[in-house]
């Protein structure tokens, strides 16, 4: 069972280059999130999607972009790298079931480790 | 808004030492709540859950009931290992389609030999 795989799993880049984050999901998940990590702080929601198609905006996700063209992939893309962008990202996905809510259980990728210098 | 409560850390327990670590939601209707674990260097993964009022969460020693009428989940386990050594998140899943959850800070719990 693979689950939820996230592709580079560190990467350091320069301040103003770009890069796309990989997450692919092979349980057929109609939701799927991209979280950054920060030390001590928890988890920060900066983008989701409800189905391929459809993305919208989490709490934190100035100077990040997404994309959902199939319901496996949500390559998450950081335009100009800054060094506030420096974090542990995270790719989750859900299934989203109204009636059976135990369903609803986050699955997380490995993460990617990303530093902007 | 949808928030969740976690004691701070970090936690410090030598080996077979009880354990509690607080959690608690301000949220409206029944969510459903769920303690992740996070060990060292590795995405989060479920310990347990729980989707309504009284129901007892449990997995690997470890249990959480969720209380209505206090808005908790507290996670407990009797005789804790160094391997349980983690960063454990609270979260909830609201009810009414909402997809979005809510998680904790986190709190680290380190176990000495």
């Known amino acids: 069972n693979a689950g939820v795989t996230q592709t580079p799993k560190f990467r350091i880049l320069k301040i103003g280059q770009s890069m796309t984050l990989q997450c692919a999901q092979d349980?057929?998940?109609?939701?799927m999130y991209w979280y950054r990590q920060d030390p001590g702080m928890g988890l920060k929601l900066i983008y989701y999607?409800?189905?391929?198609?459809?993305?919208d905006k989490g709490e934190v996700p100035n100077g990040y972009n997404v994309s959902r063209s199939t319901t496996e992939d949500f390559p998450l893309r950081l335009e100009l790298a800054a060094p506030s962008q420096t974090s542990v990202y995270f790719c989750?996905?859900?299934?989203?079931?109204?009636?059976?809510?135990?369903?609803?259980?986050?699955?997380f990728g490995a993460g990617t480790r990303l530093s902007v210098l | 808004g949808n928030s969740v409560t976690q004691m701070e850390g970090p936690v410090t327990l030598s080996e077979e030492a009880f354990l509690t670590i607080n959690c608690t939601y301000t949220?409206?209707?029944?969510?459903?709540l769920f303690w992740y674990v996070q060990y060292p260097g590795e995405g989060l993964q479920l310990l347990l859950k729980a989707t309504k009022a009284d129901d007892k969460g449990s997995n690997k020693g470890f249990e959480a009931t969720y209380r209505k009428e206090t808005t908790s989940f507290h996670l407990e386990k009797g005789s804790v290992q160094v391997s349980d050594s983690a960063v454990y998140f609270c979260?909830?899943?609201?009810?009414?389609?909402?997809?979005?959850?809510?998680f904790g800070r986190g709190t680290s719990l380190i176990v000495h030999p």
């Open positions: 989750a996905s859900t299934q989203g079931d109204r009636v059976t809510l135990a369903k609803n259980i986050q699955y």
């Open positions: 949220a409206t209707g029944y969510p459903s």
């Open positions: 999607s409800v189905g391929a198609g459809i993305t």
């Open positions: 349980m057929n998940h109609n939701y």
């Open positions: 979260a909830l899943s609201p009810s009414g389609g909402s997809y979005i959850p809510t």
